[in-house]
């Protein structure tokens, strides 16, 4: 079974801070994806990385795979309170579905 | 453009009946369809996958059924809810495996 560990399962920190969420797996992911989720609605895609090694940027999102592509960070970059949701990683498992992270919670206070 | 819809947004149920919870999409054919379910702030779970009319793959065992009467169109039922089947469902499609995965604004389901 291929699972993937988020950590931290929680962050809170303040407006303007800088932040790293994990997506960890003993698995090799032909590709990864990171959605956002906000209360009461379903996740929304913010990126796939496909290459080992690959970073793409989404304005203060920075989204890396790892070079064996087991792995990927989301580095946030001065946090503002509009970031503030589940972020949750995703990958390829098998040619018909994904296999979901456990999740982020991240809350950025004003 | 595609969209999808789920509903109902919000739905209490008394244990022991029965469950239907719809799922359509619109503007794409032969969509693959997924069912999940999420606790709360976690990760989501899936239930089940269909890659085409009729066609259903369950991913784990459980209280609850899949249908795909029509192509863009996916239902959850189950005959005698549980307890244990509160929580927050899920629908979503993609082109095909593995891709992008577009979801609805999901379903609340209480159990009393």
């Known amino acids: 079974t291929q699972l993937l560990e988020q950590s931290p399962q929680f962050l809170s920190i303040q407006e303007g801070e800088n932040l790293t969420v994990y997506c960890n797996s003993s698995s090799v992911f032909s590709s990864l994806q990171w959605y956002r989720q906000e209360p009461g609605e379903g996740p929304v895609l913010l990126v796939t990385?496909?290459?080992?090694?690959e970073v793409k940027k989404l304005k203060r999102l920075t989204f890396q795979f790892g070079d064996a592509r087991k792995d990927s960070s989301l580095h946030i970059t001065a946090a503002q309170t509009g970031d503030t949701g589940l972020y949750l990683c995703a990958g390829e498992a098998g040619f018909q579905k994904l296999v979901f992270g456990t999740g982020t919670r991240l809350l950025v206070s004003p | 453009s595609q969209t999808i819809h789920q509903w109902p947004a919000t739905l209490v149920q008394p244990v022991g009946s029965p469950l239907s919870l719809e799922c359509t999409v619109e503007?794409?054919?032969?969509?693959?369809l997924y069912w999940y379910r999420q606790a709360a702030g976690r990760g989501l779970q899936l239930l089940f996958y269909?890659?085409?009319?009729?066609?259903i793959s369950s991913e784990v065992p459980q209280n609850l059924s899949a249908s795909r009467p029509q192509d863009r169109q996916f239902i959850l039922s189950s005959k005698k809810l549980l307890l244990s089947d509160s929580g927050f469902y899920l629908c979503?499609?993609?082109?095909?495996?593995?891709?992008?995965?577009?979801f609805g604004d999901g379903t609340r389901l209480s159990i009393l």
């Open positions: 990385v496909v290459t080992g090694g």
């Open positions: 269909s890659v085409g009319i009729g066609q």
């Open positions: 503007g794409t054919s032969n969509p693959n």
């Open positions: 979503a499609w993609s082109l095909w495996g593995g891709q992008p995965q577009h």
